[in-house]
């Protein structure tokens, strides 16, 4: 490589650099136009805080989804500029059609049901620094830095077990898991409710402090990261939770409904949305949770997940003269099995489409493959030796 192609890469690590550097030094997504997550919120934020959309619906936390439909086309009917053309109708249909926006979305619901007003920014956070912090991930990578303004936490990993029936027939199974919950007390903050929140000592209230960081030899560079002390929020609690001592999370269990789809495949992958752990600074990421099943004493399934395996005995009677049995399945039918003539010892015998469903196209099934065991007698009277002895 030559002096000038040498000079030319240098300048371009350089202003790589600085543009890396210039993108730590805004908090949030300010850096692309949006709003950073640093400092303290405006008057307008404190006030939409204290807004709570279940009451403007007159429902509670439990409300249905339908029940939130319901309650929004009434009183829309009511307050809406062409029936009630007053300055209060308008302000009051403005807030009946935000909370019906926020209630009725389920990522939108689950954040503001967990912290409020500053949920819901953070769900918008998440969303407008997603292809932000794509573009900026070679240059955390090149330089060996993070810019961390993430606000999207890590998925987590479950795993069930359900019976092979469940799975031949489709269902519902009950889970319950243990993970980090933000403190419904305190929505987060760590404060006592009612006891306010005090500015943060450490950075002012601005969210951020002055961090330096070496260069090279004689060359650094200051750059604002988000503040310890306050993890950017600009305050601090003036006395902890009563409930999670000013952790502003919680271990607690959470009740989930999964769906078993018929013929699902073994290893099959169920994301629950925002249900992994939860923290006040990020956006709970996704819980993924595989399904296997546990061994069942008659039936296996292949590979491919649609055919299944199982054994039958006769009498050597039967395995002479051929037989006809019925078997019980899965669902608690009872599947025919019969051969004419002699059958011998291991012999396998395809029953076409009486197999697992197809996941996703139920209507299609793989085939039984039953393999077939006789038994021989323990003994034999002379007479049945002779009758053998004459037919062979």
Not at 169 to 187: A, D, H, L
């Amino acid at each position: 490589m030559g002096v000038r192609s040498f000079s030319r890469t240098f300048l371009l690590l350089l202003l790589l650099q600085q543009l890396f550097l210039c993108y730590l030094a805004v908090p949030g997504s300010a850096f692309f136009g949006g709003r950073g997550s640093g400092g303290q919120r405006s008057a307008v934020e404190e006030k939409e805080e204290e807004m709570d959309y279940y009451a403007v619906l007159g429902l509670n936390e439990k409300a249905t989804d339908r029940e939130v439909r319901q309650k929004f086309r009434e009183l829309s009917r009511k307050y809406h500029p062409d029936v009630a053309n007053t300055e209060e109708a308008r302000a009051m249909y403005s807030k009946i059609s935000r909370a019906n926006e926020v209630l009725s979305d389920k990522k939108k619901r689950r954040m503001y049901d967990m912290r409020g007003e500053e949920g819901l920014r953070q769900l918008e956070r998440a969303a407008a620094q997603g292809d932000a912090g794509h573009a900026m991930d070679p240059l955390s990578r090149l330089f060996g830095m993070s810019s961390g303004s993430n606000v999207r936490g890590p998925n987590s990993e479950g795993s069930i077990h359900v019976t092979l029936e469940k799975v031949f027939t489709g269902g519902e199974e009950s889970v319950v898991i243990e993970k980090q919950k933000v403190c419904g007390g305190c929505k987060g903050t760590g404060a006592l409710p009612g006891g306010g929140m005090a500015t943060c000592r450490t950075c002012g209230g601005n969210g951020v402090v002055l961090q330096r960081l070496q260069l090279g030899p004689h060359m650094h560079q200051d750059v604002r990261q988000t503040c310890p002390a306050c993890r950017g929020r600009g305050r601090v609690a003036k006395a902890a939770c009563r409930i999670c001592g000013g952790a502003r999370v919680v271990r607690g269990e959470v009740p989930l409904h999964l769906v078993v789809e018929r013929g699902v495949g073994e290893g099959h992958t169920v994301v629950f949305e925002m249900e992994a752990d939860e923290s006040p600074d990020m956006v709970p990421g996704d819980l993924h949770i595989s399904i296997h099943t546990h061994p069942h004493p008659r039936f296996s399934r292949r590979r491919n997940d649609i055919d299944l395996d199982t054994n039958i005995t006769i009498t050597l009677k039967e395995a002479l003269l051929g037989f006809n049995k019925q078997i019980p399945h899965l669902d608690g039918t009872n599947t025919t099995v019969e051969a004419t003539g002699v059958t011998p010892y291991g012999t396998v015998l395809r029953l076409r489409g009486m197999g697992m469903p197809k996941h996703n196209m139920p209507s299609e099934r793989g085939d039984l493959y039953v393999k077939v065991h006789f038994e021989l007698p323990k003994t034999l009277t002379q007479e049945q030796k002779k009758e053998i002895e004459e037919l062979f």
